[in-house]
């Protein structure tokens, strides 16, 4: 493709040995937040540290875990405890958890877990 010289055209990086590849197909094609990245942590540790990275420089967080970096790219850090507790057998148990979440951006697993009655 006849691009300026020095452009990245593709670069190749693994998460948790999956590899992913990005493509650079050029200024008219743009983010959505229909493509997102998810990234599954254990710790409320993780989820602060991941996303203090991710908004670094320019991003910024959005509601229940979202997260968009500096370049537009959305990102969902999700503690895995979230996962289980919002599809619990227990209709209200995992009720609770969609509901303390929805009231979230940065998921707190402290406060997930106070109100489902960890």
């Known amino acids: ?47 602060d540290r991941l996303t203090d990275k991710l908004i670094e420089g320019g991003g910024e967080e959005g509601p229940c875990g979202w997260v968009k970096d500096r370049w537009g790219l959305s990102w969902q850090v999700t503690p895995k405890l979230l996962i289980d507790l919002i599809s619990d057998k227990d209709p209200v148990k995992a009720k609770k958890a969609v509901d303390a979440m929805m009231k979230m951006k940065r998921i707190n697993l402290p406060e997930l877990k106070k109100a489902v009655g960890l």
């Open 1 to 47: 493709m006849p691009v300026p010289k020095g452009t990245v055209m593709t670069v190749e990086f693994w998460r948790e040995g999956q590899p992913f590849i990005a493509l650079n197909g050029g200024e008219h094609f743009t983010f959505t937040d229909g493509v997102s990245l998810a990234i599954s942590v254990d710790t409320q540790e993780e989820v």
